[in-house]
């Protein structure tokens, strides 16, 4: 998934990532689509990356290179509340 269409569908991610009876298939579908979305960011916004961003960028990829299935529901949507808070960020520095 690419990071505008990430942020294209923001809403409904972060309902995802929020809602207290997640669907499993839902919270899959949202952690794939991270893990992708994480994997392909522009360079461009990375150079333009606070130290902050960069270290929560490598954490997720990380995080999302292992089996998050393993995880708690509730750690596994904090760690998507935490990718979504980054997209969005990352997505709003100007291109270059």
Not at 19 to 42: D, F, K, M, N, Y
Not at 86 to 91: G, H, N, P, T
């Amino acid at each position: 998934m690419h990071l505008t269409h990430l942020i294209e569908q923001l809403p409904r991610w972060q309902a995802v990532a929020q809602a207290p009876a997640v669907e499993q298939h839902e919270l899959r579908l949202l952690e794939s689509g991270l893990q992708q979305t994480l994997q392909h960011i522009a360079s461009h916004r990375l150079v333009s990356a606070t130290p902050q961003q960069l270290q929560t960028y490598f954490s997720l990829l990380e995080a999302y290179a292992q089996d998050v299935n393993q995880q708690p529901i509730a750690t596994r949507q904090d760690l998507a509340r935490q990718a979504l808070r980054l997209c969005r960020a990352l997505a709003h520095r100007p291109d270059r």
